[in-house]
Structure formats: structure tokens, C-alpha cells
């Protein structure tokens, strides 16, 4: 019997739908002719919590960390254990397997954890399906791999899952119990390998925004008169050791007495000038890729205002009805093998009930090959692409019409010319100095056609305008010349969808500039799947708010307090992105997973370190119930001899005493004396 583990339900009906009959539903199972179809809810395993090691973890204590197990266990989850032993049983009468779990680090490993656990030993072949429609899943089945092929990708899954566990489970409790030391009683700190980088990402760029002083600066632009028309140009200044005083280390321009000086020596005669340069440059903009998860919740966060969690529901939702390709997707390339389906996805796009798209569809080059199909830059998926199903866009949902849309759009435009402009650049000389203007003609919309509605990004202090007709060498004459007022502006606050960028594009936030070239071409941190679960999470937690119509982002007291208290290794994203560099090499066979999970031990144990010694500033003392009750235990009195703890009541072998709350650290201590401690009588 050949049995197929798939990563769900919807998955595993599918798969059966494709196997010949007859089709029978049973507990748990599909039977077929070709074979039985069985499923699991994700990961039906979970790792064991630091008390199912030993039942002495239940009570957090500095002493015991770092916690590392010696040997990883995991747990069946109660929630799908009857589904468990179903597969279980089936594995155990089965000859032949194929895993069937979603084509990615994640997938991988939930089904090789199960065949792991009942200790398999029957042959595994691997099925990878990036579209749940019928052709895509015969043709899939048609191509079984060895699933040990797939070795490295379930060793690099299991690193990320044991690196988030030491991580997790350790820090969380260090610098908790550092903050109860502190005297918050009731606050648990939540530490993570992504999630931590990640919020400090928005509480540094918060502190940016509150922190910034607006500075003026200045630009001059003067009109020129050509024989075919006045035009305007901006004066670009040369800076030498006379004049730099006047300019800020970006080169702009911020002394007004200088400015009117300038003016004045502008506005004296004569006012002959000179077209000193005119240079006509062609320009291509090639076809934007199709997307990944991440580009997808980029646009539809920026154009839709969805968040990503949304847009990720959307797309599997997409991909379930199988309109769709798999949605976790990390890749924006496409197997040239594909362009065979084009004209059948196009005709059927040209067929939706919409007038724009429907065009769009019809005038599509169905022979056109874009960069996008490019098999060296295919991973275990490609992108996110319509399947070859006809779309009825009416039995669709608002917000799943849009997002459907949005990635037909994206495919139409690999089968549409490159955009090309003609860039045209003139200085002008005037006074011995150099006045530039920029103008842009189109020649070829190409795939802009469908983008018109999208606003284009300029640099708003650079001045492009529409030129009259002149040459290199041509006279002209000044006219005028006048000074603007421009004012530097804040970063602008994360979105959700912004901070999804962040994270992808993690180099840039990187504080170690050798780090920021070797982490350019990274994945940066965290995954598709995760990386709007790990947002939602922060928000959940209350460590994140979300204001406005913009649904921008904003760090709580607690988030300050949390990534106040951490060392820079955890809350600048250098070490987690270097990680996921070397956890996508470990994929492709660089790396083991006993080295990474060694380093991961250290950096644990010398962050744990680092919790006992971390000052966090003394929390208020409150008056609601809970403090009233407990006001005995934790006093107001700020511990003397370290000036950062507070003073807790505690019991010994000689009765009760106050010691301080950052115990080991300080070992401060006082009789007590009606309840409060005997300052003048102090033991140490």
C-alpha cells in the first residue's frame, strides 16, 4: 500500500481527487485504488516544555539556566492526537510513503518529525506541490523525488526549531526574573530570536521620531532664458574648504546668509550663460517580478491597507480553491518549463468580467520571456502565479478578488515590454557655476500600462520639468534666481506591511557595517509564513500598538522596558539574520546541525549571563488591589547598595528579613522590623 501524508485536510482531498477510484471517506483517511490519503493539522508534535524535562523548570529560577536538553523530546499535541495514531497505524501497514507536506523548511519537517517519532523504515518518496490543481498534481505525482533528498531541509528546519526553543525558553525567563527583580511582579518578557530584533526595530525608529529636530536647509533655482523658452534650473553647488561651513555632511545648503550672498552675486550683470552640457540618456525599468509572500503583503498593505496576516489568509484561501500557487512562498521566479501554461492562464484572464484586466489579458505578448523564468533562482516553490483554473471572479470575496488581482496583474506584466524612457540632462554655466534640470519623455509604456494609478517615487528637492528644444553650446540668459525652504523630515513610523519589508530587507538595520554587505543577499529574518504571526504576536502581547487609519505601528512602556533591558546582540538583528544565512545554507548542505545548535548553547549561556548583571529601572510602585494585598512583600524603598533594585520581603531559616530584588547580583539585606525593613540595623 503506497500512503500519502499530507500537511492538511484540504490538501489530502485534493490529492485523492487526482488518484483513481473508487474514492471512500473514512476516519481519518481517503482510500483510492492508487493508494490512501491521509493528513496531519500542521504539527500534530510539539517540543516539550522546560518542566517536561524535569519537573523542578515549573518554578523559574536563575540558578538553573541556561536549560538544554540533552536529548530533544517531543510531545504528541492533545488537540490532534486521535489524528495521530490514525497515521500512525497507517504508516505501520503501509509498504511504500510519500510525504506530502507543504514545499518548504517548515513542511518538511512536520511530516519527517511523525515518520521520526514512530520510528519508520519504509521507502519515502517526496511529492512537491505549488498548485493544488489538477494538472499540477499529476504532473507532481507523476515526478516523486527520495525524500531523503530533502535531509538538509529537515535539518535546517529542525536548528531553526531548537535555536527558537534555547532562545525562547531561556532568555524569556532570565529577563523576566531580571524584571521581577526590578519589582514587576506581574510582567512576563517574552524573548524571541525574530521577535525581539523585530520589535526593537520599531521601538529605535520610534526614538528616531521623538528624538529628531527638524534642521532647514536651502536650494536655488534660476530661470534661464533660451530662444525657445524660458526653463528653470537648480544651482548645484561646489563645495571646497572656503565655503563647507555652510553645508551639512549631506551637502545641503543651510546658511540663509549665504544663500542671499549667492542671490545677490546671481543677479549681477552680466547675465550671459551657456548650455555646458546636454545629455540624452535611454532608460529601461524591466517588468517587476512576480511575488513572493512578503512583495505580495508589501502591495497589498500599501495599496489595500490590508495587514499581512490578512493577506496571507486570503492567499491560502486562493490556493485551496486552486486559483492560485502555494502562498509561503519565498521566490519570485518561475520554472521556464511553465511558460507552456501562459496562453491558458492569459485566455482565462482575458475572460474575467473586468474591462481593464480583461485587455490587459488580450494584449499580453503570450511569446514573451521575462527575467522572471529563471530556473537557477528557483527554490523548493516559485512564485506566487495563477493556476491555468478559470477564475469566476463573482464567486469570489471582496478582499480575495483584490488580492487575486493583484497577482494576476503581477503575471500579465512578465508577458509586456520593458517600460523605456529617454532621461535628458542639461547643465547650464552661469557665473562659473553649474545649474542642473533634468526632463523625462517616454518612449515605451510597456508594463506601465497597468501600473499608471501607482505613484511613482521621486526625490522631491531634484527638479524635472518639460525642456524646450536646445543643444550643448547654445546661449542663454538669466533671469531670475529664488531660494526654497525645505526642512528635513522624521523617518516615517512602520505599518505592518512596512515592518514585513523591514524584515526581509534586514540589512539595512543591521549595525555592524561588515555585516550589512554579507547579510545584502540574505533572506532576512524570519520567513513568509512567520513573519505576520510574529508581528500579529507583538500586538497580541500588548508590546505593540496600532493608531490611525495607517494602522501605524507604536512600541508600548512595556516594549521600551523590554528592549531596554537586552544587550544589543539580541535586539539588533545582526546575529538573528546571520543565523538565517547559515540556517538557508544548512538547506543546500553547508553546515550541521550540531554546530549551529553548539553556537546557539553559547550565545544562550553568555546572554543568561548577562540578564543577572542588566540594570532595570525600579517599577512604580501602584495602589490597585493586587499591590495593596501584596505591599508587605515589595517595599518602596530602592535598594541602597546597587541603586537599582527594591527592597523584597523574604523568609529564612531565621525568620523573615528584606533582601534586594536583584538577588544574586546584590546581596543587600535587612532585618525586619514591624513589617518593613530596619534600615538602621542593617545585616550586610
Not at 549667492?262 to 517587476?288: C, R, V
Not at 504571526?533 to 493608531?547: A, S, V
Not at 532595570?616 to 494585598?629: F, G
Request: proline share 5%; charged share 30%.
Amino acid at each position: 500500500m503506497r500512503l500519502y501524508i499530507a500537511e492538511k485536510p484540504s490538501m489530502a482531498r485534493e490529492i485523492a481527487n487526482c488518484l483513481k477510484g473508487p474514492y471512500d471517506k473514512k476516519n481519518g483517511y481517503i482510500t483510492t485504488s492508487e493508494g490512501v490519503v491521509t493528513w496531519l493539522f500542521g504539527h500534530v508534535l510539539r517540543a516539550a516544555e522546560p518542566e517536561e524535562y524535569d519537573e523542578k523548570y515549573k518554578k523559574w529560577n536563575v540558578f538553573d539556566l541556561p536549560i538544554v536538553p540533552k536529548d530533544w523530546k517531543m510531545i504528541i499535541d492533545k488537540k490532534a492526537s486521535q489524528q495521530f495514531y490514525i497515521v500512525k497505524q497507517l504508516i505501520s501497514e503501509a509498504d511504500e510513503i510519500v510525504h506530502a507536506g507543504d514545499p518548504d523548511r517548515e513542511g518538511q519537517l512536520l511530516v519527517d518529525e511523525v515518520l521520526d517519532y514512530v520510528g519508520n523504515k519504509k521507502p519515502v518518496k517526496r511529492i512537491l506541490l505549488n498548485a493544488l490543481d489538477e494538472k499540477s498534481i499529476k504532473s507532481a505525482n507523476a515526478d516523486l523525488r527520495d525524500n531523503a533528498d530533502f535531509f538538509n531541509l529537515k535539518q535546517s528546519a529542525l536548528a531553526r526549531s531548537r535555536a527558537d526553543w534555547l532562545i525562547g525558553m531561556n532568555l524569556s525567563r532570565a529577563y523576566t526574573l531580571a524584571a521581577q527583580r526590578a519589582g514587576y511582579r506581574k510582567l512576563v518578557l517574552p524573548i524571541g530570536r525574530v521577535k525581539t530584533p523585530t520589535l526593537s526595530l520599531v521601538v529605535r525608529r520610534e526614538r528616531e521620531i521623538e528624538n529628531f529636530v527638524p534642521m532647514k536647509y536651502y536650494l536655488i533655482r534660476a530661470d534661464f532664458k533660451h530662444e525657445n523658452g524660458i526653463f528653470t534650473a537648480q544651482w548645484v553647488p561646489k563645495i571646497n574648504k572656503s565655503n563647507e561651513k555652510f553645508f551639512d555632511d549631506d551637502k545641503r545648503l543651510i546658511d540663509k546668509n549665504f544663500v542671499e550672498e549667492t542671490l545677490k552675486t546671481f543677479e549681477k550683470a552680466p547675465h550671459d550663460g551657456k548650455i555646458s552640457s546636454y545629455e540624452m540618456k535611454t532608460k529601461k525599468e524591466l517588468q517587476p517580478l512576480p511575488f513572493s509572500l512578503s512583495a505580495l503583503q508589501v502591495m497589498a498593505g500599501k495599496q489595500l491597507g490590508y495587514a499581512p496576516q490578512k493577506v496571507l489568509n486570503i492567499a491560502q484561501s486562493l490556493y485551496e480553491k486552486k486559483l492560485t500557487s502555494y502562498p509561503r512562498s519565498d521566490c519570485q521566479f518561475l520554472p521556464p518549463n511553465q511558460l507552456k501554461d501562459a496562453k491558458k492562464i492569459l485566455d482565462n484572464l482575458a475572460k474575467i468580467k473586468n474591462q481593464k484586466f480583461s485587455s490587459w489579458a488580450v494584449n499580453a505578448n503570450k511569446s514573451k520571456k521575462s527575467r522572471a523564468w529563471n530556473q537557477s533562482k528557483i527554490t523548493a516553490h516559485h512564485a506566487i502565479i495563477p493556476t491555468t483554473k478559470p477564475s469566476a471572479l463573482e464567486s469570489l470575496s471582496e478582499m480575495e478578488r483584490n488580492i487575486y488581482l493583484l497577482i494576476a496583474r503581477q503575471y500579465m506584466a512578465q508577458f509586456y515590454p520593458e517600460y523605456i524612457y529617454d532621461e535628458l540632462t542639461v547643465n547650464v554655466k552661469y557665473k562659473d557655476e553649474i545649474f542642473v534640470v533634468k526632463d523625462k519623455v517616454d518612449k515605451q509604456t510597456g508594463w506601465r500600462e497597468m501600473y499608471l494609478n501607482q505613484p511613482v517615487v521621486k526625490n522631491e528637492d531634484e527638479l524635472e520639468m518639460k525642456l524646450p528644444k536646445m543643444n550643448k553650446g547654445d546661449t542663454v540668459e538669466y533671469t531670475k534666481a529664488s531660494s526654497f525652504d525645505k526642512e528635513t523630515k522624521p523617518p516615517a513610523r512602520f505599518t505592518a506591511a512596512t515592518l514585513i519589508q523591514g524584515m526581509k530587507n534586514i540589512h539595512k538595520y543591521v549595525k555592524s557595517d561588515a555585516a550589512k554587505k554579507q547579510l545584502k543577499d540574505v533572506y532576512g529574518i524570519g520567513t513568509e509564513a512567520t513573519r505576520a504571526t510574529i508581528i500579529d504576536d507583538l500586538i497580541k502581547r500588548q508590546f505593540l500598538t496600532t493608531t490611525g487609519k495607517a494602522k501605524i505601528l507604536k512600541p508600548t512602556e512595556q516594549a521600551y522596558l523590554l528592549v531596554d533591558a537586552l544587550p544589543d546582540e539580541m535586539t539588533y538583528p545582526d546575529s538573528t539574520a546571520i543565523w538565517e544565512d547559515k540556517l538557508h545554507s544548512m538547506s543546500e548542505g553547508d553546515g550541521t546541525l550540531e554546530d549551529f545548535l553548539s553556537g546557539q548553547v553559547k550565545f544562550t549561556s553568555e546572554l543568561c549571563e548577562k540578564a543577572n548583571q542588566c540594570k532595570i529601572k525600579s517599577a512604580p510602585i501602584s495602589e490597585d488591589a493586587e499591590d495593596l494585598k501584596n505591599k508587605q512583600t515589595f517595599s518602596n524603598i530602592k535598594c541602597p547598595l546597587c541603586n537599582s533594585g527594591v527592597m523584597v520581603k523574604r523568609s529564612g531559616r531565621n525568620g523573615e528579613f528584606w533582601g534586594c530584588s536583584n538577588y544574586p547580583r546584590c546581596r543587600m539585606t535587612y532585618n525586619d522590623k514591624d513589617g518593613q525593613p530596619d534600615i538602621k540595623q542593617s545585616q550586610g
